[in-house]
């Protein structure tokens, strides 16, 4: 019998399948649209105009941490608490929640990293219609209108954003449903029904003893005690139409499926104005441009975690991850705004330049029109409180460094991780395991880990391994380990349905399931077919999850055994959009329409702690997941889920990791030649030049295309994959020190342009080429056929370098390269310093011992730095014992200095200098080496007089000394 009904099972697996995935597409058909969303329509049916909120400016109260004050709705006469907090760090705090709910509303918790440091704010000023508080800095305001209520934030004498200026503030309070008027007619047939039976009920006593007394009784007298007349008038339909009877408010279908909405209509909404600010980016995650679009005439660009397969481009449907932060960016200043809830969310973005072209701005300019450019954001979710952080910048690094004090910083990666991966759905056993890692070995190619997808595990349950493909685990993982390579295993957050199974049993008997609305363990379809979805935000159960990952739990695992989430949108195949049903229960009894995009939040956090846990504290892990919100870069990495093997796929991967960036998620990438379809052979190649350069690299495809390791299509295309992956591994040590700097300051380790050129404004769009770190720029070639690409490089006066020619150009210019297959335009900016690794090695654990290269571009005053960044690549050591080098590297005056650019670390290292290659340098007479002791030693040099480039050969120094190299 269960044989047969697990046939079935597989049977509505593959129909569901062959629904979601028969043309390789999205169906658009099964996401929402605004206007399929009741609360996105009914905010969005709201124009803008006066608010009916006032604030009540007599309740204003100022306390240590804040100032408080009630709004009131003057049609509904609702009244709300605002909350405006000044935050240490130029941060600006408003909070908008019910004055007394009915019911606590849900506000997110675990995303930020502490409760936010606050600063005093003092009333600076007051009228009959406005307050003034000022902050410590004495330089930003905020002034609040009473009627119609609006905030405004000022810098100085700059009106930097507005608050509820287009009066769209909208709050919907809790409440007891009212009785419709079909419930009232129920109501009343019920009830005159039940006296009818009542009536005709009467008991056999009462009858006895009026026959005793001489009493005739007949059906048609009335009861002792006299009732009322069962035909009541029926009651007249309302002549308005209740707000509470509106489509959508307290039950809503979309398709099959139907969300009960026990209570109701809760959704908010505020509006914000960012005057003189044309440029917006940010909200991921979409498969969009860079720079956000005006959502006038279209849909708003939606944030709400979905299985989305095979995305379509440049519109603004939701995808796998949702991180409701955004920047604003012009030449003067950059601002962000982080909307904190958790809730699905739209965003209307809308513009005074909109649909300006270039000449209507400049006749705009002759005519001397003075109309500020202005762009506005209105944000709507479905529930939950307003709470917002204005990020007050001014400038980009202000601005990330602000939003990683609320939410933290990317995490430092293993090294390993920076590595390449290879990885497809799926390795089919562990001979293909060990043949596919022989193969990289055989051509000298180098790689660091090989992935598992769902197949390996028995039956898909996770946390298991298929007995006959994969018999012997330990063996196949210390196999790797010999050759320094780890290993990824998938494990998903849906658990397999089946008694026998230990984990679902110990799920089930704890109670650690999400529920339904119905109180049951809530059950859908997933890969391993029947499925019910742990509740992660249940912090009993995420311990237990975090604890399945220690060695004696999960059987099989080692130390280089690492983890993939994915599906943690969380996916369901037969639910409401792919996921799960919004008025599913969680820890809390909250609804799964409050939290629903911290799920994949909480999925990571708990893997991640259970790497944590397993080695004691000692090891960093390795986590990628595909759902993420606010805070998920603290848990690892993130890739751009379900993309193809189509040229506008690769051309996407940068905006879309851009966007992360900014957002602060530094470590992504994109499934190198696409996960659906087959690339050609001229996609695959560039994919992996592409790809060298992005933060994460890993190589994926499904499970019905040709199998593509890097050595299946000639060796010539074999040789050109070989070389890009080589020069990936040579920047292995300035991919870490970037990593490193993420992780002390939140700044994005993959950049646009604008960001280090801010007032460039030709920069503030493109999105076709882009920054590691601050010292090379780098512009894949994403075109078809491509003979020649148009490279911009930015920088009043300064100098660039060909990062393979060393050949120097002036900026600014827009370079025209061209290209042949083997060819990456990347260049190193001019004042910068790059240390490589430039020996080839197996994989990344190979070259830890390995001397180093320094490339010293200089600018057009001599001048270049950098810093250099090395710990023992895999632990927490770096944080718990200042077990690190952060070395400052100064080109001046003609002579190179090694210092310690952080005295509190100390860390003993086998590396060295190898070589110092210096771009842009005359040729000198003599270099001499002096070390920290006095002692000097006179180089060998060569100088290319043609390109300027000086190379001085072993200086033989310890990476961890301080030392100086004069030019003579």
């Known amino acids: 019998m269960a044989a047969v009904i697990d046939w079935i099972h597989w049977l509505v697996l593959i129909w569901i399948s062959l629904l979601v995935m028969p043309s390789l597409t999205v169906d658009r058909s099964n996401f929402k649209t605004c206007e399929q969303s009741s609360f996105c329509k009914r905010q969005r049916s709201k124009s803008p105009g006066n608010s009916p909120y006032r604030a009540l400016l007599d309740s204003l109260e100022l306390k240590e941490t804040s100032v408080k004050l009630q709004l009131i709705n003057e049609v509904n006469k609702v009244p709300l608490l605002l909350e405006v907090y000044g935050l240490q760090g130029n941060i600006a705090r408003i909070k908008i929640n019910e004055l007394n709910p009915i019911k606590p509303r849900y506000e997110v918790s675990d995303v930020l990293v502490q409760d936010p440091v606050t600063v005093p704010l003092k009333v600076s000023g007051r009228d009959e219609n406005s307050a003034e508080l000022s902050f410590a800095d004495g330089v930003h305001k905020i002034l609040i209108t009473s009627k119609p209520f609006r905030m405004d934030i000022t810098a100085g004498s700059h009106l930097v954003a507005s608050v509820n200026s287009r009066g769209l503030l909208f709050f919907e309070p809790l409440r007891k449903r009212k009785e419709s008027f079909s419930d009232k007619v129920s109501s009343t047939v019920s009830s005159a029904w039940d006296r009818i ?34 035909k009541e008038k ?43 600010f044309e440029y917006v980016y940010g909200i991921p995650e979409h498969g969009d441009t860079l720079r956000l679009k005006t959502t006038d005439g279209g849909d708003p660009y939606r944030l709400y975690n979905l299985d989305v397969f095979q995305y379509e481009l440049y519109n603004p449907m939701a995808l796998y991850g949702a991180i409701p932060v955004m920047l604003a960016h012009n030449t003067q200043r950059t601002l962000g705004l982080f909307w904190h809830n ?69 995490a430092l990666p293993p090294l390993f991780s920076l590595g390449y991966h290879q990885c497809r759905w799926n390795y089919n056993d562990e001979e293909d395991v060990r043949n596919v890692d022989a193969g990289f070995d055989e051509r000298d190619i180098p790689y660091d880990v090989i992935w598992l997808d769902i197949e390996h595990a028995d039956g898909k349950r996770y946390f298991t391994w298929d007995p006959n493909k994969f018999p012997n685990p330990k063996g196949m993982l210390q196999n790797l380990a010999n050759k320094k390579r780890k290993l990824v295993s998938i494990v998903d957050p849906h658990i397999k349905i089946d008694n026998g199974y230990v984990v679902h049993e110990k799920l089930r008997i704890k109670k650690y399931y999400t529920k339904n609305k119905d109180g049951n363990d809530y059950e859908g379809w997933c890969w391993p077919g029947s499925v019910a979805y742990p509740d992660f935000t249940n912090p009993e159960m995420r311990s237990w999850w975090a604890n399945m990952f220690s060695y004696d739990k999960y059987e099989g695992s080692m130390e280089n055994l690492f983890v993939w989430n994915d599906m943690n949108e969380p996916s369901v195949f037969n639910g409401p959009e792919v996921t799960m049903h919004k008025d599913a229960i969680h820890f809390g009894d909250w609804e799964h329409r409050d939290i629903h995009n911290l799920y994949a939040f909480y999925v990571g956090m708990s893997t991640y702690e259970g790497l944590v846990q397993r080695s004691g504290g000692l090891e960093r892990p390795f986590v990628l997941v595909r759902g993420f919100f606010a805070g998920s870069q603290r848990y690892g990495a993130v890739w751009t889920g379900d993309n193809a093997a189509e040229w506008d796929h690769l051309k996407i991967s940068i905006p879309m990791c851009l966007s992360l960036g900014l957002a602060g998620v530094s470590f992504c990438g994109a499934d190198v030649g696409g996960f659906f379809k087959h690339p050609s052979i001229e996609l695959l190649v560039r994919w992996y030049q592409a790809g060298a350069y992005q933060p994460f690299m890993r190589a994926h495809a499904h499970i019905d295309t040709p199998r593509r390791e890097p050595w299946l299509f000639g060796e010539e295309n074999t040789q050109l994959i070989r070389v890009a992956l080589l020069e990936r591994y040579r920047l292995l040590p300035y991919w870490y020190t970037i990593f ?34 601050r010292a090379l720029l780098v512009h894949p070639v994403t075109e078809q056929g491509a003979r020649g690409v148009q490279v911009y490089l930015p920088g009043n006066g300064e100098v660039w370098y060909d990062d393979h020619t060393h050949q120097k150009y002036s900026a600014p210019q827009t370079l025209y390269v061209s290209v042949t297959m083997n060819t990456i335009p990347v260049f190193q900016r001019g004042g910068t310093i790059i240390p490589r690794k430039d020996r080839s090695r197996r994989s990344s654990s190979c070259m830890q011992s390995d001397p180093y290269t320094l490339y010293v571009a200089l600018n057009t005053q001599n001048y270049a730095e950098g810093d250099l960044f090395e710990d023992d690549g895999h632990t927490f050591n770096f944080e718990k014992k200042n077990a690190y080098i952060h070395k400052k590297y100064i080109f001046s005056n003609n002579s190179l200095s090694s210092r310690s650019a952080d005295v509190n670390g100390q860390f003993a290292t086998a590396s060295w200098i190898e070589r110092v290659v210096i771009m842009g340098a005359a040729r000198p007479t003599s270099v001499h080496l002096t070390n920290a002791d006095g002692s000097k030693l006179t180089l060998d040099f060569e100088h290319n007089a043609e390109t300027s480039v000086l190379t001085i050969r072993k200086p033989a120094v310890n990476t961890a000394t301080d030392w100086t190299i004069s030019l003579l």
């Open 197 to 230: 039976k009542s009536f005709f009920s009467s008991d056999t006593k009462k009858e006895e003893t009026a026959d005793e007394e001489g009493k005739e009784a007949t059906s048609d007298d009335p009861p002792a005690e006299e009732e009322p007349d069962v």
């Open 234 to 276: 029926e009651p007249e339909p309302p002549k308005e139409k209740d707000v509470d009877d509106e489509p959508g408010m307290w039950e809503e279908t979309f398709k099959t499926h139907t969300d009960t909405k026990p209570n109701g209509p809760t959704s908010i909404g505020l509006d914000f104005s960012l005057p003189g």
């Open 740 to 773: 490193y700097n993420a992780y002390r300051t939140g700044e994005p380790v993959m950049r646009p342009l604008w960001v280090e050129y801010p007032e460039d404004v030709s920069t503030f769009a493109m999105d076709d080429q882009y920054m590691l770190g």
């Open 342 to 410: 958790a809730a699905e969310t739209w965003v209307d973005i809308s513009s005074n330049t909109a649909g300006k072209t270039l000449f209507g701005k400049m006749l705009d300019f002759v005519q001397g029109a003075n109309e500020i450019p202005q762009t506005d954001v209105r944000w709507m979710s479905e529930s939950g409180i307003i709470d917002v952080f204005v990020l007050l910048g001014p400038s980009p690094f202000d601005v990330f460094k602000q939003y990683a004090s609320l939410t933290g910083t990317q």
